[in-house]
Structure formats: structure tokens, C-alpha cells
């Protein structure tokens, strides 16, 4: 049942030899060994494997990878640059809006989603793109604060919207 | 949890489409934005040996205009889109709010207004993992003969959670279905069927292709009220739509519609009847909120309790009303 499909990811064309019923979160961690998309509750539900198909968020694990041929996917290890964090990222970590992590990239992924869409968003448009996203553990103010502080300056420097 | 083994179809056009539904029938689902059938074939509750992805299909992708005002929205429009269209804002706000209050930004970038119509009824014993599901007597909906929400009933109950239904019921939205040869138009009104089963009239191998909304009137007022637990993501408790025609506190026409309650939308019709007899004043708003206890007919302890149900429908035709009223007045204001 397996056929070859052509999937564009960070930029790169990977071809993986998939199943009909292999979504693209599996395909990413288990194939693409890009396992900085999360799984966890696979239902739509907690936001930790949202990836950027087309400038929007969407949730891996409930799309099925056969559907994303031909689409542009990004994934958190293709916001940084080489050794260098996106903006976003750092503004986490300096407003301390990271914990466990296991939320983050998810989180990070949503934010890049809106600021890309639109640079300044108020916090009701912050917490409306965040809305499908669970934390845990550091809780939900600290990274509104960090999508709010960074978007001050988004879109101005050099590795923002790569 | 992995998604059980399926023959997946991409139809190259809808004529396609619909072939591969005529020769496959009940064994075939169509696969839209995937946030809700994926869920449950996660949950073993669908098991579809063929499914078909119409997603990428152009002509079920449009918002349209026609000359006579109307317009035409493809049910595979994701929720996002729709809320963005110009015409919808501008036209059907109530429709734009009613979209954008459900789920995610997420699954609005995914969901399609034609998922949301279609939208599986829901119920705690049944939307559960197949593991959980064993522990008890296999249920009406799945395959069994008992109910857990209603002990002793002889019919699903399971709960209509879509946001979008009742405010295209109140808009007297046409479905759009397809099958090989064959085209029907279905009021949204006859819709839907009060079985948490079988809770749509569409047939295995039909597809809702399109939603017609009538033109928008000028001197109509509509809203739309949501009540959740949270403002993302949950699905609501309740929600209602509610739309009156007229003008200086008189109505000719009103129209009050609940979702979230039961199997089925509620249509108020008696409710209304009070409203075009008596107006939007005080006193007529406050008989409708009676009024509106005594059409609810049997209800479940699905997500909240019966009890709970009749107090928060009362609430919520109180709300929208006074919306109305609120509206009106607003804009007797502005003419004057």
C-alpha cells in the first residue's frame, strides 16, 4: 500500500515511501528523524505538533501526509539559522516563557503563524493563535508576554520570517 | 493513538468523486479538514475501508456571488477562509461569528465549513478510545442496542455540537447534495434528523457540495451566542442563533434556533410566534423565555445537565433578544 510521495519540508524535497493512513507528524519525527514536532494527544486537542503548512498553523497529527504534496511545510528546525535562534525563540527564553519545552515548538510555531500573518497583533489576536495550544507547567501569560515583547520589533531584523 | 489501515481515493474532479461514492457506498468517508473523521477513526468509532480526500477540489473550494444577491459558499471553504471572505463579513456577519468562535485558530485553518455542518453528533460514552468504549455494553451508535446517556432509550442521543447550523438555519441556507446524476436541494431546516445515528438526511453516497445563502435583507436583524466552558477550543454548552425582521420594536418575521441542546437543532417556532405577535418589548421577550422552556422536549445529561440545559436555553433566547432589541433601537437611532 506504501507509494513515494514528494514532500517539502524547511525548504528541502524529501521523497518517503508512505502509507495511506501515516499522518504527517509521523512522517516528520519517524522518517524525517525531525523530531522537534511534538506528539501527544493526537486528537486535535493540545496544539504540540503544529507545524506551518502554507503560512498557516495546522495540527501534523491530523493531516494525513498524502494530502501534503505539493504544499511548503515548515517545522521548528527551520525557523533558526545556523547556531542562531529565530527571534521568536530567543524572546521565550528571555521572558521566560519556556519550562519542560515539550510545549514549545508548538507554541513557537502558532506565534511564528500570526506574526507572519500580521507583525503587531493585539493580545486578544496573541491569545486567539495561542488558543490552541497547551502548557503545563510554565502556564499561558509568560508566552503571551514573549509573543507580545517580540513583536515590537518583528519583521525588522535579518533572521525574522525565514 | 495511529490511525487504522484505509485505501486512501484523491478524486481528480467531483464527477470522480461521486463515482467512487456510487460504487463503494457505506464501505467510503469523505475526508475534508480531517479534525473531526480523523479523531474518530483514531477512536475506532468510524472504520471506512476507502477514504476520499475532496479537499483540493476547485469547485468545492469557492465563495461565490450571484446576480440576485445570493450567495454560494463550497463546503470544503476552510473555516478560516470563510471568516475572512468579504462577502460573508459584510453580508452575514452572524455567520462570521459563529465561525470563528469554534475550536482553534488551528483547526479553523483546517476545518471546512461543509465538516462543520456534518459535524458527528457527540456523547461521552462514545467519543472515548475503543479501550474505554469495552468496558461497557456496546451503545446504539456503535453497533450496539443500549443508551448510557438515557437508560432504557431505544434511540441514540448523542448531542449536534456544530456552531455554524444554527445560524444557517436562522439565514434559511440551502444544502447543496450530489450523487452520480443527480443533484437535490434540501432547506437547512430539513437538514438534520433528531437521531444522534443517522443525524443528517445525506446518503453514504452523497456529498454536500455547497451551502446557498439568500440574500441578506436590510431591515433584518441576526446574532449569534456561544456558551462554553472556555473561549477556545471547547465545544459549546449551548449556542443559539436568533434573527428578527421589522422595524420600531414590531417584527413580521422571527426566527430562533438552538444548537448544542439536543440531537437535533431546535428550531423555537412557537417562541418566535410570541416575538410576531408581540414585538420585541419587555414583556414579549419575557413570555418567549417561557415559551421557549416548554419546546424543548426531552433532553440528555450529555455535557452538561438536563436541568442545566432548560435554565441556559432560557438564558440564551433572553440574551439574543435583547440583542435584537438592542439592535433595533441602534439603528432606528442611526436612521432617525
Given at each position: 500500500?506504501?507509494?513515494?510521495?514528494?514532500?517539502?519540508?524547511?525548504?528541502?524535497?524529501?521523497?518517503?515511501?508512505?502509507?495511506?493512513?501515516?499522518?504527517?507528524?509521523?512522517?516528520?519525527?519517524?522518517?524525517?528523524?525531525?523530531?522537534?514536532?511534538?506528539?501527544?494527544?493526537?486528537?486535535?486537542?493540545?496544539?504540540?505538533?503544529?507545524?506551518?503548512?502554507?503560512?498557516?498553523?495546522?495540527?501534523?497529527?491530523?493531516?494525513?501526509?498524502?494530502?501534503?504534496?505539493?504544499?511548503?511545510?515548515?517545522?521548528?528546525?527551520?525557523?533558526?539559522?545556523?547556531?542562531?535562534?529565530?527571534?521568536?525563540?530567543?524572546?521565550?527564553?528571555?521572558?521566560?516563557?519556556?519550562?519542560?519545552?515539550?510545549?514549545?515548538?508548538?507554541?513557537?510555531m502558532s506565534a511564528k503563524a500570526l506574526l507572519d500573518e500580521n507583525p503587531?497583533?493585539?493580545?486578544?489576536?496573541?491569545?486567539?493563535?495561542?488558543?490552541?495550544?497547551?502548557?503545563?507547567?510554565?502556564?499561558?501569560?509568560?508566552?503571551?508576554?514573549?509573543?507580545?515583547?517580540?513583536?515590537?520589533?518583528?519583521?525588522?531584523?535579518?533572521?525574522?520570517?525565514? | 493513538?495511529?490511525?487504522?489501515?484505509?485505501?486512501?481515493?484523491?478524486?481528480?474532479?467531483?464527477?470522480?468523486?461521486?463515482?467512487?461514492?456510487?460504487?463503494?457506498?457505506?464501505?467510503?468517508?469523505?475526508?475534508?479538514?480531517?479534525?473531526?473523521?480523523?479523531?474518530?477513526?483514531?477512536?475506532?468509532?468510524?472504520?471506512?475501508?476507502?477514504?476520499?480526500?475532496?479537499?483540493?477540489?476547485?469547485?468545492?473550494?469557492?465563495?461565490?456571488?450571484?446576480?440576485?444577491?445570493?450567495?454560494?459558499?463550497?463546503?470544503?471553504?476552510?473555516?478560516?477562509?470563510?471568516?475572512?471572505?468579504?462577502?460573508?463579513?459584510?453580508?452575514?456577519?452572524?455567520?462570521?461569528?459563529?465561525?470563528?468562535?469554534?475550536?482553534?485558530?488551528?483547526?479553523?485553518?483546517?476545518?471546512?465549513?461543509?465538516?462543520?455542518?456534518?459535524?458527528?453528533?457527540?456523547?461521552?460514552?462514545?467519543?472515548?478510545?475503543?479501550?474505554?468504549?469495552?468496558?461497557?455494553?456496546?451503545?446504539?451508535?456503535?453497533?450496539?442496542?443500549?443508551?448510557?446517556?438515557?437508560?432504557?432509550?431505544?434511540?441514540?442521543?448523542?448531542?449536534?455540537?456544530?456552531?455554524?447550523?444554527?445560524?444557517?438555519?436562522?439565514?434559511?441556507?440551502?444544502?447543496?447534495?450530489?450523487?452520480?446524476?443527480?443533484?437535490?436541494?434540501?432547506?437547512?431546516?430539513?437538514?438534520?434528523?433528531?437521531?444522534?445515528?443517522?443525524?443528517?438526511?445525506?446518503?453514504?453516497?452523497?456529498?454536500?457540495?455547497?451551502?446557498?445563502?439568500?440574500?441578506?435583507?436590510?431591515?433584518?436583524?441576526?446574532?449569534?451566542?456561544?456558551?462554553?466552558?472556555?473561549?477556545?477550543?471547547?465545544?459549546?454548552?449551548?449556542?443559539?442563533?436568533?434573527?428578527?425582521?421589522?422595524?420600531?420594536?414590531?417584527?413580521?418575521?422571527?426566527?430562533?434556533?438552538?444548537?448544542?441542546?439536543?440531537?437535533?437543532?431546535?428550531?423555537?417556532?412557537?417562541?418566535?410566534?410570541?416575538?410576531?405577535?408581540?414585538?420585541?418589548?419587555?414583556?414579549?421577550?419575557?413570555?418567549?423565555?417561557?415559551?421557549?422552556?416548554?419546546?424543548?422536549?426531552?433532553?440528555?445529561?450529555?455535557?452538561?445537565?438536563?436541568?442545566?440545559?432548560?435554565?441556559?436555553?432560557?438564558?440564551?433566547?433572553?440574551?439574543?433578544?435583547?440583542?435584537?432589541?438592542?439592535?433595533m433601537k441602534k439603528e432606528r437611532r442611526t436612521k432617525a
Open positions: 500500500m506504501k507509494q513515494i510521495i514528494t514532500l517539502k519540508v524547511n525548504g528541502d524535497t524529501h521523497q518517503v515511501a508512505v502509507s495511506p493512513w501515516h499522518t504527517l507528524l509521523e512522517v516528520l519525527r519517524d522518517q524525517l528523524g525531525l523530531t522537534g514536532t511534538k506528539r501527544s494527544c493526537g486528537m486535535g486537542t493540545c496544539g504540540v505538533c503544529t507545524v506551518i503548512m502554507d503560512g498557516k498553523a495546522i495540527l501534523s497529527c491530523l493531516t494525513l501526509a498524502f494530502e501534503c504534496e505539493g504544499h511548503e511545510i515548515t517545522t521548528i528546525e527551520g525557523i533558526s539559522g545556523e547556531g542562531t535562534l529565530h527571534p521568536i525563540q530567543k524572546s521565550f527564553i528571555e521572558n521566560g516563557a519556556i519550562q519542560c519545552g515539550f510545549c514549545t515548538p508548538g507554541i513557537i503587531h497583533p493585539d493580545d486578544e489576536q496573541i491569545r486567539e493563535a495561542l488558543s490552541g495550544t497547551f502548557c503545563r507547567c510554565t502556564g499561558h501569560i509568560k508566552t503571551v508576554e514573549a509573543v507580545k515583547k517580540v513583536s515590537a520589533s518583528y519583521g525588522k531584523g535579518k533572521n525574522d520570517g525565514e | 493513538m495511529r490511525l487504522p489501515h484505509f485505501e486512501y481515493v484523491k478524486p481528480a474532479t467531483l464527477e470522480e468523486g461521486l463515482k467512487v461514492l456510487h460504487q463503494s457506498g457505506n464501505k467510503a468517508r469523505i475526508l475534508a479538514g480531517g479534525t473531526d473523521l480523523l479523531v474518530n477513526m483514531k477512536y475506532r468509532v468510524v472504520r471506512p475501508e476507502i477514504v476520499m480526500g475532496i479537499k483540493s477540489l476547485p469547485e468545492l473550494c469557492t465563495v461565490s456571488s450571484g446576480s440576485n444577491g445570493s450567495v454560494t459558499i463550497g463546503s470544503c471553504v476552510t473555516l478560516t477562509d470563510l471568516a475572512k471572505n468579504s462577502l460573508i463579513a459584510e453580508n452575514y456577519p452572524a455567520l462570521k461569528l459563529a465561525t470563528t468562535s469554534i475550536a482553534s485558530k488551528h483547526i479553523r485553518n483546517m476545518g471546512t465549513i461543509g465538516g462543520n455542518v456534518c459535524l458527528t453528533t457527540r456523547c461521552w460514552y462514545y467519543n472515548q478510545s475503543k479501550l474505554w468504549r469495552d468496558g461497557r455494553e456496546v451503545c446504539h451508535k456503535a453497533g450496539g442496542t443500549v443508551c448510557h446517556a438515557i437508560k432504557g432509550s431505544t434511540r441514540c442521543h448523542a448531542i449536534n455540537n456544530s456552531d455554524t447550523i444554527p445560524v444557517l438555519i436562522v439565514l434559511n441556507a440551502t444544502m447543496v447534495l450530489k450523487k452520480k446524476g443527480s443533484e437535490r436541494l434540501i432547506p437547512s431546516k430539513e437538514f438534520f434528523r433528531d437521531d444522534g445515528i443517522r443525524y443528517t438526511v445525506l446518503e453514504p453516497d452523497e456529498i454536500l457540495t455547497a451551502l446557498l445563502l439568500p440574500e441578506s435583507s436590510g431591515d433584518s436583524y441576526i446574532t449569534f451566542i456561544k456558551v462554553c466552558s472556555r473561549k477556545g477550543l471547547d465545544f459549546a454548552w449551548g449556542s443559539i442563533a436568533a434573527s428578527v425582521t421589522g422595524s420600531n420594536g414590531k417584527c413580521t418575521q422571527a426566527s430562533l434556533v438552538l444548537s448544542s441542546i439536543a440531537s437535533a437543532p431546535l428550531v423555537l417556532k412557537k417562541t418566535s410566534q410570541v416575538i410576531i405577535e408581540g414585538g420585541l418589548s419587555e414583556q414579549s421577550i419575557e413570555k418567549a423565555v417561557e415559551t421557549a422552556r416548554s419546546e424543548l422536549g426531552i433532553l440528555t445529561n450529555l455535557f452538561t445537565s438536563a436541568g442545566y440545559k432548560r435554565d441556559l436555553s432560557q438564558v440564551l433566547v433572553k440574551r439574543a433578544l435583547g440583542e435584537l432589541q438592542g439592535q
